[in-house]
Nanobody, 128 residues
Framework: QVQLVQSGGGLVQPGASLRLSCTLS????????IGWFRQAPGKQREQVLCSSRDSATADSEDYADDSVKGRFTITRDSAQNTVYLEMNSLNPEDTAVYYCAARRPSMCLAEEGLYRYWGQGTQVTVTV
C-alpha cells in the first residue's frame, strides 16, 4: 500500500522561502508521477507543479503553473523516496493547503481525480 506523508509548511512573511517534503512509502518513487496541488480558502484545488519519471525509458517531464514558474521548484531524491517542493519569493496569494499526490503511469496531468494517492496536506500561510 502506497502512502504519502508530508512535512514542512508554516507561517512566513512575503518574500520568504519554504520547503515542503513528500515521502512515498510502499513502492519506489521512480515508478510514480508526483503532483503538487494547493487549495486556497474558498477556491478549488489546483495543480501547481508536477514531476514525472519513467524508470523504464528514462523519460522525464516537469510541469509548473505560470503562477509559480520561476519561484517554485520540484525535486526528487530517490534515495530518500522523497519529493520536495522548494518555494521562493512567497507572496500572500500562495497561502493555501498544499498536497502532494501520486499517479501512474508516468504522465503529468492536471485532473486531481487521476491521482490515486494523496498526502495529508500541509498549511502554508504568507502574511505580513
Amino acid at each position: 500500500q502506497v502512502q504519502l506523508v508530508q512535512s514542512g509548511g508554516g507561517l512566513v512573511q512575503p518574500g520568504a522561502s519554504l520547503r515542503l517534503s513528500c515521502t512515498l512509502s510502499g513502492d519506489a518513487l521512480g515508478y510514480w508521477t508526483i503532483g503538487w496541488f494547493r487549495q486556497a480558502p474558498g477556491k478549488q484545488r489546483e495543480q501547481v507543479l508536477c514531476s514525472s519519471r519513467d524508470s523504464a525509458t528514462a523519460d522525464s517531464e516537469d510541469y509548473a503553473d505560470d503562477s509559480v514558474k520561476g519561484r517554485f521548484t520540484i525535486t526528487r531524491d530517490s534515495a530518500q523516496n522523497t519529493v520536495y517542493l522548494e518555494m521562493n519569493s512567497l507572496n500572500p496569494e500562495d497561502t493555501a493547503v498544499y498536497y502532494c499526490a501520486a499517479r501512474r503511469p508516468s504522465m503529468c496531468l492536471a485532473e486531481e481525480g487521476l491521482y490515486r494517492y494523496w498526502g495529508q496536506g500541509t498549511q502554508v500561510t504568507v502574511t505580513v
